[in-house]
């Protein structure tokens, strides 16, 4: 009796933990929301002012390129040892360390005084910008692992939504300013803002959530971790996709002026590649989580990209803008759940930041190579038509991947 008294006492604080619990997860979902943004908004914005900065510099379009890449290199690099740090001292200390420096550096862009001292800024705000990803996984894993399809999306729909802002907020601030070193400024001022809140957070009590600490870091999980063969068919699945989808965001304003279209009609029918994105990881991701395996969703996502890549350069009026917008809708959903995949199988769950890290930083060799192996193309042929049809062939390479990737229906079944 006296323990029954005991529990009806008690169970109102459960309930109250579990509405708090549930709140902050929530909570740090709007955020990641946020640090998303911030990561492509602080990385594509500077595409936008690469003419002014060459001519105020006096760079020549090679050393312009050093300077694009650098920090897409850096990223890779960075990603694995994020994702290694927040699987050990946990996800919001890395976050601090890692926003801090993507504030601080972010910042000095815009005091850039010379092309060295510009590869150095971009080199370090890429090493900050490099642990989002890994960072973010651990958390959806930690708060979210009943609903990580749902929680990975929603996060990730931060990042076209900085890709839109960069590509509608530069061009209005420099017909106002006309100072690329005033909108690096206020972009790097927005990048220490974020950093500011993220180490405002305040400290929770320890529970298997923010913060959680492996006390033993295991070689031998680590050692499984790279000996999974799923580690390496998602990483070489991330290389298309990824690939894929930024090279889209590249080339296509240029593929169509090709075709004859004014460039303000192509950049607005290119936009519709981001906003494809961000409708469709917060859609698949929660169809995955209710439906089931998200392989499945995986290859059919990426066996429809192959066609409509294809179709953006033959199709005309509504059913162009159609098939860009359905372009990025499905390339970006089957990110999105490459991203999810391994908090599905015991054997990465575990170290999630880490296998996420790996992932997603062989990923980046897409983005690095893709645009140049489009460049090629264009360079040799003048025809759109074959740099499409080349993209489209490369991505239905991915369902062939999938079919050798095991089929898990959602984390929540997954036993760790």
């Not at 420096?101 to 080199?123: A, D, H, K, W």
């Not at 305040?202 to 870091?217: I, L, Q, T, V």
């Not at 990824?242 to 279209?261: H, K, S, V």
């Not at 009609?265 to 519709?272: A, D, R």
Request: net charge positive; with cysteine.
């Amino acid at each position: 009796m006296e323990q029954y008294k005991l529990k009806a006492r008690f169970k109102p604080y459960v309930f109250a933990s579990f509405r708090e619990n549930v709140f902050q997860g929530w909570f740090l979902i709007a955020f990641a929301f946020m640090v998303g943004f911030t990561l492509h908004l602080l990385f594509f914005s500077f595409s936008l002012l690469i003419p002014d900065v060459m001519a105020d510099l006096k760079l020549t379009h090679t050393q312009m390129s050093l300077v694009v890449s650098i920090c897409v290199f850096s990223i890779i690099l960075s990603r694995i040892f994020w994702g290694y740090l927040s699987d050990l001292i946990g996800f919001s200390t890395t976050m601090k360390a890692a926003l801090s420096i993507t504030g601080v550096f972010s910042l000095l862009r815009g005091f850039s005084s010379s092309y060295e001292l510009l590869l150095l800024y971009q080199f370090f705000l890429g090493v900050g910008l490099g642990a989002v990803i890994p960072c973010l996984s651990n958390l959806v894993k930690n708060h979210f692992p009943e609903k990580s399809g749902l929680a990975t999306g929603l996060y990730v729909s931060g990042f076209p939504l900085g890709e839109i802002i960069s590509f509608t907020l530069v061009p209005f601030l420099m017909d106002m300013y006309n100072d690329w070193k005033f909108v690096l400024r206020l972009f790097g001022l927005w990048g220490l803002i974020v950093a500011l809140f993220w180490l405002l957070l305040p400290k929770k009590p320890k529970r298997a959530g923010d913060g959680e600490k492996m006390k033993e870091f295991d070689k031998k999980t680590l050692v499984k971790l790279f000996k999974f063969r799923e580690t390496w068919i998602l990483s070489l699945a991330c290389v298309f996709v990824m690939g894929n989808y930024d090279t889209l965001c590249t080339w296509t304003p240029y593929i169509l002026e090709l075709r004859g279209f004014p460039s303000e009609v192509s950049g607005l029918i290119s936009s519709m590649l981001p906003i494809g994105f961000l409708l469709s990881s917060p859609v698949t991701g929660f169809l995955s989580d209710r439906i089931g395996s998200r392989r499945n969703f995986v290859f059919l996502l990426s066996l429809l990209s192959g066609p409509l890549i294809f179709f953006i350069s033959l199709l005309q009026s509504f059913p162009l803008w159609i098939a860009a917008f359905m372009s990025g809708f499905s390339l970006t959903g089957a990110m999105t759940l490459i991203f999810v995949m391994p908090l599905d199988f015991p054997e990465t769950r575990k170290l999630a930041g880490t296998a996420l890290g790996v992932i997603s930083a062989i990923g980046n060799v897409g983005t690095l190579t893709f645009p140049l192996i489009t460049g090629l193309i264009l360079d040799v042929t003048n025809s759109p038509l074959i740099a499409t049809l080349t993209l489209g062939l490369m991505i239905e390479t991915v369902p062939l991947i999938m079919l050798f990737s095991k089929p898990v229906c959602c984390s929540c079944q997954v036993k760790t």
